[in-house]
């Protein structure tokens, strides 16, 4: 079993930047991919960018150039920065871990065995 546990999000006002982070514990040595979803209300869960054990990371095409993900394996934690927020990017912002080695499919939620609960993104204009 693997826990994530979000942290790092809030109301903030369009323009800033935000780090969440996702600590994870349990079997973190199986854990190959770790990655960050969002949902805004209303809507499906969105790919935002993931982060294999290696480092490789892959990113939505919506936040290219304005969000990186980084990962510290030695503390079994993943970071989203988020830079230049826009009101579009407020959503409930979900970490995801994957147990099993692959090439692809990345961004297909059902990949992801473990969740956290969310850390809630608000960005006002």
């Known amino acids: 079993q693997v826990q994530l546990v979000e942290s790092g999000g809030g109301l903030v006002q369009a323009g800033v930047s935000l780090r969440l982070s996702c600590a994870a514990s349990g079997r973190t040595l199986s854990i190959y991919t770790m990655a960050w979803f969002r949902q805004a209300p209303g809507k499906e869960r969105d790919f935002v960018a993931a982060?294999?054990?290696?480092?490789?990371?892959y990113y939505a095409d919506s936040v290219k150039g304005r969000f990186t993900i980084s990962r510290d394996n030695t503390k079994n934690t993943v970071y989203l920065q988020v830079n230049s927020l826009k009101p579009e990017d407020t959503a409930v912002y979900y970490c995801a871990a994957d147990l099993d080695y692959r090439v692809y499919g990345f961004s297909i939620p059902n990949n992801y065995a473990y969740w956290g609960q969310g850390t809630q993104v608000t960005v006002s204009k």
């Open positions: 982060c294999t054990w290696s480092g490789t990371t």
